[in-house]
């Protein structure tokens, strides 16, 4: 069977939905706060891209390796 998909050796990790659903706001404040600070100690070149949601939904979290892409 032929290869369909190889590792292009990125770390990024990307997140899809909207701050203004609760549960999707709970899940990116843990990103922010949680999951992003302990990845990058690891894997300092990660990126954590999050779309549907823009900075200000979340204005009082950021981090360096975040990138907020905004609605899609």
């Not at 899809?16 to 659903?21: A, E, I, Q, R």
């Not at 949680?34 to 200000?56: D, M, N, W």
């Amino acid at each position: 069977a032929p290869i369909r998909w190889k590792y292009s050796g990125t770390h990024s990790l990307l997140f899809v939905g909207s701050s203004g659903y609760f549960p999707n706001h709970e899940a990116i404040l843990w990103l922010v706060q949680e999951l992003a600070p302990r990845l990058t100690t690891l894997i300092p070149s990660l990126r954590i891209i999050l779309c549907g949601t823009s900075q200000p939904d979340i204005a009082a979290e950021r981090h360096p390796n975040v990138h907020y892409q905004g609605f899609v």
